[in-house]
């Protein structure tokens, strides 16, 4: 019996899901729940946009047929199982609906209003939000209990990591049916608490402020420090190089939002550079200049490719990405499974990072921290409290 059946007769869930918003992470959620045999109903006030959303979908599926992944049957099944409209009333049958419009909590609250009278009361509704707070959201509805975060990673059809995120209203079992349905689309999910940034966009911070800030104090050039962490520590993009792909304005936005939304803790602080290259439309490679020039590679500088120097600014980051993996912990965010999985699933990193401490030892890492933390007296490099215990007890973080 195939996985997705097993889970419709065991929590008797409808098949139909809908999917609100055809943008970038709206149709590649339509895709997946699509290509998992649900029918789905992917809605948007845009037509346009709904035109654009089936041209993409019906493209990456006619790559996925020429590759041999899927059948043209099958392809053409998912195709009939994809259904466009304008009408929120058309998510009346659906057993689930996921929000993934504009990032404005004014339209959002707005949607979900009239998408409460439209959808049955055990519809179970939910935001694809990066950044607002699912209590937030859920606030406007008659039944909050029934609403939750789930969300995915750009771009959600190759993404295998989606964090759900229970609310303070969330009712329990829904939570365990959306962990059973979205781990049925052959997604790894990570259950966290409705914190800034979640998991992902909380813990990798440091990756590009600390990144940020050793350039800043002239350490090294963005290429070292790339080469630094490609080379030295095996990640698989550098921080400038995954800051240009990401996008400066979209970077600098998540930290600007999760520094603001932990009451401007200073592990958050944005940083200049950033903001710099921003205001100068240095966006990265969607301009054609970030950090890096990409309209002329040959002006792209070398590293200094000295070990020693790249081994402390490998080292220096990835102590600061272990403090904050160890503070969600401590936070009770998520798990340490469930921290680890998600770096690794969720931003590729080559290892999770507390496995990771517990390899080098809790004491070697409480160790650089503290060093950091005499040399600057800054918050930001302030050892947390179960790395001191871990360290002192000489004990794993993953059992
Ligand atoms: P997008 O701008 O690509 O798409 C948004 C879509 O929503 C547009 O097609 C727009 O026409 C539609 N829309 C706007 N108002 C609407 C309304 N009232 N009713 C119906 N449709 C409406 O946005 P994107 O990037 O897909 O983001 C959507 C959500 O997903 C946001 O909450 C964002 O924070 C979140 N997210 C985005 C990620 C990303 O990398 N882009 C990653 C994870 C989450």
Known sequence: MKKENR??????FK????????GTMGAGIAQVAAQSGHRVVLSDTNPQQLQFAQAQIEKSLGRL????????EKSNEIVNNLNYTTQLSEHSEASLVIEA?????????????QLEQAVSPKCILASNTSSLSIA?????????????????????TLMPLVEVIPGVATAVQHIEQIEQLITAWNKSVVVCKDTPGFIVNRVARPFYG???????EGMADFATIDWAMTHIGGFRMGPFTLMDFIGNDINYTVTETVFAAF??????????????????????KKTNRGFYNYADPSNIQAPTEDYELGKQIF??????????????????????????????????YPKGLLAWADELGSDWVLERLEMLFAEYGEDRYRPNPLLRKMARNQSKFIL
């Not at 401007?264 to 990265?284: C, N, V």
């Open 15 to 22: 098949e139909i899901i809908g999917v609100i918003g055809a």
């Open 315 to 348: 080292e220096r980051i990835l102590v600061l990405l272990i403090n904050e993996a160890a503070d969600a912990v401590f936070m009770q965010v998520a798990s340490a499974q469930a921290i680890d999985l998600a770096m690794t699933k969720g931003v590729n």
């Open 101 to 113: 419009i504009v990032e404005n909590l004014a339209i959002k609250h707005q949607v979900f209003q």
């Open 263 to 284: 009451y401007f803790d200073p592990r958050f602080k944005p940083s200049f550079t950033q903001k710099r290259h921003m205001e100068a439309g240095f966006l990265g």
């Open 7 to 12: 889970f419709l007769m065991e929590t008797k």
């Open 136 to 156: 937030s959201i859920g606030a406007c509805l008659a039944d909050p209990s029934r609403f939750l975060g789930i969300h995915f990673f750009n771009p959600a």
């Open 65 to 72: 047929v020429e590759k041999g992944k899927i059948t043209t």
């Open 210 to 216: 600390e990144a940020l800030r050793i350039y800043e």
